[in-house]
């Protein structure tokens, strides 16, 4: 195995915001507290260092009882048990409860938060970090996790879906498992993928369930830790912010000023609402809508005056869903967390929370950008060495990486680069003589400027589109390599699921994935396997 490193910001495919965080850029500043680097977390360390003895308890507890009926690794029990410690502090990663974890960088997430608290056990040894997995058990969105793709099939769990996707049954998962199993095949790497399936979503009762088995099953030997945030002794910790948000609407309000100040560089990420919950109960989660006269929950015929929903706030605050603005303070309120590991749009409206933290006494955390991993064999890195195409060139667009090499391959020069610029030459001295002449012919001159270098476009285009056609061979195997590593036109992790390299792999897969990642690279990997 070997691991290449490309500069995000060269892949083309992560934002400005993303571009501009990883390369300190003043004008982000202000939007984050730490810096991902050993000094940000030594800082970190000391920021969140008074964090409340008895939010541990209730932590540990919690944890102790959603892994009851869960064959835990040693590692993971101990790593619930240290979290009771002052000492002992979090990274976090959070996801979607996508079906058989989704797309390859649910892994990649995972790896990068457990990997990161092995480098700062060595470099703070008087520190305790756990790996933690939030799952996004509130969501509802279930058309974003009810699928994975796997051999260019979309595997799709088919099923009546309301409220928190945590809370469904998992019914009517047997045609999805059907279709699984005929595409892995019977041999000993399918075979196991197979019964991974069959164990978390045909013997659980629910979604929840059955994904804190599966990730468990991938990584509980390396001490993550699998939180689900619907609880209610979670929500008791994170009341009075509730109280805050029904009463002052201040996420609104500070999200709001932060978005004015973004905007002006940036594109912003997700827009507030006046009220940033949601309440959920039995197969509902709606919003909460703020009325002159108190409170309703959209889509029903349920209202609250303010005592009323406060009464059921302190009564039942399970029944509070935070939602995207308000989801990192509730993890950050119950967890001794010094550091999120997610996504480029993640990242993103993190950036918009900071003022928010800010306003309610709540430390920041450090963020992470996870890292992203493009896999490709030692036959496909031949290949593009045998096409003279760089692994930084393999991110280009299609069309125009061909284009690139085309013109580096083709005999006769195919850029008109020079002669446009002497044609732009002779228009010029056009140009300086109707200022002396006649004003009005500088039109005339401006029109035919630009007609003679359409011209040449043209004339280029069409002399590239006959060397591709004298290069058919060349195109033809750049355009397979490309499709193979980026299917659809798009990164890799975004699309395959992780049995697809697990049939081919195996076990070695998560070892090797565990070895090349490096956390703090902040650089795009591609593992040569």
Not at 54 to 73: C, F, I, M, W
Not at 420 to 428: A, P, R, Y
């Amino acid at each position: 195995m070997k691991v290449h490193h490309v500069p995000f910001k060269s892949t083309g495919y992560f934002s400005k915001i993303i571009c501009d965080y990883l390369d300190r850029k003043p004008e982000l500043s202000t939007f984050y507290k730490n810096f991902p680097d050993l000094e940000g977390f030594k800082n970190q360390l000391h920021l969140k260092s008074t964090f409340d003895t008895t939010k541990r308890e209730v932590l540990v507890d919690v944890l102790k009882n959603q892994y009851a009926s869960l064959q835990s690794s040693e590692s993971t029990l101990k790593n619930i048990q240290l979290l009771s410690k002052p000492n002992s502090f979090t990274i976090t990663t959070g996801h979607q409860l996508n079906i058989f974890t989704g797309p390859l960088y649910f892994l990649y997430k995972i790896i990068a938060t457990i990997n990161l608290t092995n480098v700062l056990k060595s470099e703070f040894p008087s520190h305790n970090f756990v790996p933690i997995y939030w799952m996004a058990t509130e969501d509802h969105d279930f058309e974003e996790i009810n699928f994975f793709n796997l051999k260019g099939h979309k595997i799709v769990w088919d099923t009546k879906s309301g409220g928190a996707v945590g809370r469904l049954k998992t019914e009517d998962f047997d045609n999805a498992f059907n279709e699984f199993s005929a595409l892995v095949g019977s041999t000993r790497n399918a075979d196991f993928l197979k019964e991974l399936f069959k164990k978390a979503y045909l013997n659980h009762a629910n979604l929840t369930e059955a994904t804190r088995y599966l990730v468990n099953e991938l990584f509980g030997d390396h001490g993550l830790v699998i939180i689900d945030g619907d609880d209610s002794k979670l929500k008791q910790q994170f009341i009075p912010i509730l109280e805050d948000e029904l009463i002052n609407k201040t996420s609104f309000c500070e999200v709001s000023k932060t978005n004015e100040q973004l905007d002006k560089g940036y594109n912003i990420q997700v827009n507030p609402r006046e009220i940033n919950l949601f309440y959920i109960k039995d197969n509902l989660r709606e919003r909460i809508i703020f009325e002159k006269n108190g409170y309703s929950i959209n889509n029903t015929s349920i209202t609250f005056t303010q005592d009323e929903i406060l009464s059921e706030l302190f009564n039942f605050p399970e029944r509070f869903s935070p939602n995207v603005i308000m989801r990192p303070l509730f993890q950050e309120t119950i967890l001794p967390n010094l550091c999120y590991i997610g996504g480029g749009g993640e990242l993103a409206y993190w950036f918009q929370l900071k003022q928010y933290f800010d306003s309610v006494n709540t430390p920041f955390p450090i963020l992470l950008l996870r890292n992203s991993v493009l896999l490709a064999s030692e036959k496909q890195v031949l290949k593009c060495e045998k096409l003279s195409i760089s692994l930084q060139e393999l991110f280009l667009k299609q069309e125009k990486l061909i284009a690139k090499k085309v013109k580096e391959l083709s005999e006769i020069e195919i850029d008109f680069t020079k002669q446009k610029d002497h044609l732009q030459q002779q228009f010029s001295y056009l140009k300086d003589l109707a200022k002396k002449t006649d004003i009005s012919f500088l039109g005339a001159v401006n029109a035919q400027e630009k007609k003679q270098l359409n011209g040449l476009d043209n004339l280029e285009k069409r002399l590239l589109k006959a060397q591709k056609r004298n290069l058919s061979d060349i195109v033809e195997r750049i355009v397979l390599l490309q499709n193979e590593l980026f299917p659809n036109h798009s990164l890799e992790e975004r699309t395959r699921n992780f049995s697809e390299i697990y049939l081919e792999l195996g076990s070695d897969l998560i070892p090797m994935l565990m070895n090349a990642i490096e956390p703090l690279q902040l650089e795009f990997s591609i593992i040569e396997y």
